[in-house]
């Protein structure tokens, strides 16, 4: 191990001596904050990670990640957590943190060869996926007794979620215009503010679609149905919401949420309800 001093003199007094080790990895470890210089990013030993997340100078969600690979999303990773075989050479990741894969994207074929041996074919490229607006929606297909939510990810991933779902109004209880289409610019997701209440079903079973001032939901329960906090409890006629199987609205409302703190989807879902399906 290499050891070099660095001194600052002040006036022709020495004021402060810092010694700086290189590693085995050949990287200097500044003995003052115990951290590894690693050019890119500073690398803390005791903690086994990076002090700052991996960047790139070109602007990308997860910078030098692999979608197929779970352990390249961590951008305080060191070598995917495998410091045994690999070595990071200036604080980025490259495609699976090894010395031959690192020279060969610098474009040291030659001495990869010498090293790994020649290839007869190159090493294999993932192709990333491109970028894309998130978005997110909801929407109730009266006519066809369905509501389904969809959502894309910035990589394109594509989630749907189909429950059974009916509009039968009571209209002697119901408003002028309850069975009417609605559309809203952004729910506000699952709420438990009506859990336990005969007409709205159990904790989870009850989606607040932010439809003001009508308050037009969905939700599961049944008033005078046999259990109206079964699973599947069965069907009633509303005053104007939505109603859906408990278990159902459930499953929903759980995958809604999921999506609402996904910070690479949208966050914003707008909901319709009409007799058209989507």
């Not at 939700?219 to 006629?237: E, I, R, V």
Request: glycine share 8%.
């Amino acid at each position: 191990m290499r050891v070099s001093i660095s001194m600052t003199f002040s006036a022709g007094c020495v004021t402060s001596v810092r010694f700086w080790r290189h590693r085995s990895t050949g990287k200097e470890r500044d003995t003052e904050s115990g951290n590894d210089y690693f050019m890119a990013r500073y690398y803390s030993s005791s903690m086994g990670r990076f002090m700052s997340p991996d960047w790139s100078a070109q602007e990308e969600p997860v910078p030098y990640a692999k979608m197929d690979n779970p352990q390249t999303l961590n951008l305080y990773a060191y070598v995917m957590n495998n410091p045994m075989t690999r070595f990071d050479p200036d604080g980025h990741a490259c495609d699976n943190g090894s010395t031959e894969c690192w020279l060969r994207n610098k474009g040291m074929n030659k001495m990869a060869d010498s090293i790994f041996g020649a290839q007869v074919q190159p090493l294999p490229q993932s192709k990333p996926k491109t970028p894309s607006v998130p978005s997110s929606s909801l929407h109730t297909d009266m006519s066809g007794h369905t509501t389904t939510f969809k959502s894309t990810d910035v990589f394109g991933n594509t989630t749907t979620k189909t429950i059974e779902t009916r509009n039968d109004i009571d209209h002697k209880k119901s408003l002028p215009g309850a069975d009417n289409p609605f559309s809203t610019e952004n729910i506000k997701g699952v709420s438990n503010r009506y859990a336990g209440q005969d007409a709205y079903g159990p904790a989870g079973a009850f989606i607040d679609l932010n439809d003001q001032p009508r308050g037009r939901e969905l939700h599961g329960g049944g008033t005078n149905l046999p259990n109206p906090f079964a699973d599947y409890q069965g069907w009633k006629p509303t005053t104007g919401c939505t109603r859906g199987q408990n278990a159902d609205v459930i499953s929903l409302g759980q995958t809604i949420t999921n999506s609402q703190h996904d910070p690479y989807e949208s966050g914003i879902i707008p909901y319709s309800r009409n007799n058209n399906p989507q």
